[in-house]
């Protein structure tokens, strides 16, 4: 298995819903990322978890809450966001827990709408 | 501050034909460059990494070349093909490693017409 699975593909939600988004992988990467992506744009990083443990936090809103409950699943918690927040995000995960010299697995990302 | 330009921004091409894209940085300490092709609302998916020894790396139709001396980069793309239609983003890391160290180019969007 070489793939990094994102579910949903796509999700559209208020701004006082609570969802989550969620990322696998089975490729024993010990290092996964949460990304966010608007359009035209290039990713954005986000989070940073190494062997389960949050290693970058790039001054993320609150609203955004990320989890890693094993080496292989990473979510992302999503409460009170704002249209702004619209956006592809993606999954990624390496080999090492520094993405300097590996090469990151990216996930085929949630399309995430805020109304 | 670390950068990565990447020319054209856009690129429309006919089915068939070569095209390069451009990617010039100024990333210090260097480490490697990356090259990823990106399909609408897909992530991207990696096409070649080159470290500085490194001068050319190719991947079917791919071909990247690297001069690290003017740090300058370009992807090659022989004989294109419709699927070829994507962005493609290039990304410098730099030798300190971490996820932080990693600086993306906006990307080439490149159109292939039949």
């Known amino acids: 298995d070489t793939e990094v699975t994102q579910t949903p593909k796509h999700l559209v939600m208020g701004m006082t819903n609570k969802k989550s988004l969620k990322c696998e992988q089975h490729m024993g990467h010990r290092a996964m990322y949460w990304y966010k992506q608007k359009a035209k744009k290039p990713p954005e990083l986000m989070f940073v978890y190494s062997y389960e443990k949050l290693s970058i936090n790039e001054s993320v809103p609150s609203r955004f809450s990320p989890e890693c409950p094993n080496s292989s699943l990473l979510n992302l918690h999503l409460h009170a966001l704002q249209p702004e927040d619209s956006a592809l995000y993606l999954c990624?995960?390496?080999?090492?827990?520094?993405?300097?010299?590996?090469?990151?697995?990216f996930g085929a990302g949630s399309r995430l709408t805020v109304l | 501050k670390n950068q990565v330009e990447q020319s054209p921004q856009s690129l429309i091409i006919l089915e068939g034909k070569n095209c390069t894209l451009q990617c010039n940085y100024t990333v210090s300490p260097f480490s490697n460059l990356r090259w990823y092709k990106q399909d609408t609302g897909r992530g991207p998916v990696s096409l070649t990494i080159?470290?500085?020894?490194?001068n050319t790396k190719s991947n079917g139709r791919y071909t990247a070349t690297l001069d690290a001396d003017t740090k300058q980069s370009s992807l090659h793309i022989t004989a294109s093909q419709l699927s070829d239609s994507a962005s493609y983003i290039c990304?410098?890391?730099?030798?300190?490693?971490?996820?932080?160290?990693?600086?993306f180019g906006k990307g080439t969007h490149l159109i292939i017409q039949p």
């Open positions: 990304v410098v890391s730099d030798s300190g490693g971490g996820a932080d160290g990693l600086t």
């Open positions: 990624a995960s390496s080999q090492v827990s520094t993405a300097g010299a590996n090469v990151l697995t």
């Open positions: 080159m470290t500085f020894s490194e």
